[in-house]
């Protein structure tokens, strides 16, 4: 029963909970600076409006540079972010 429980927890909180901002800022630093700064975050013109389009905005960005993270790699990007710049609840 107990097992259960905490499985169903993980399943409503998403994947976004478990996620290590701080790995996410380490793969950032190492591998989306060398194309652009922190700017592009904090533009008034951003493209990115909720926690689905970053999520698909560092999938495009690692499709582009090649880099072929895990699942969980994105996720630590899109928790890094969000808790520094974005903010989506």
């Known amino acids: 029963m107990k097992r ?6 993980l399943l409503t909180t998403g994947s976004y909970a ?8 380490q793969l ?7 194309c652009h700064d922190t700017g592009v975050y904090t533009r ?7 926690q689905d389009a970053l999520v698909k905005q ?10 072929q993270w895990f699942d969980s790699d994105v996720n630590d990007v899109v928790q ?3 808790q520094s ?3 989506f609840k």
């Open 4 to 9: 259960s429980l905490i499985f169903a927890a």
């Open 44 to 50: 008034e013109d951003r493209r990115v409006a909720n």
């Open 58 to 67: 560092v999938k495009r960005c690692e499709l582009n540079l090649g880099l």
């Open 80 to 82: 890094h972010l969000n």
């Open 18 to 25: 478990l996620a290590d901002a701080e790995h996410g800022q």
């Open 28 to 34: 950032h630093d190492k591998h989306c600076m060398k």
């Open 85 to 87: 710049f974005y903010q």
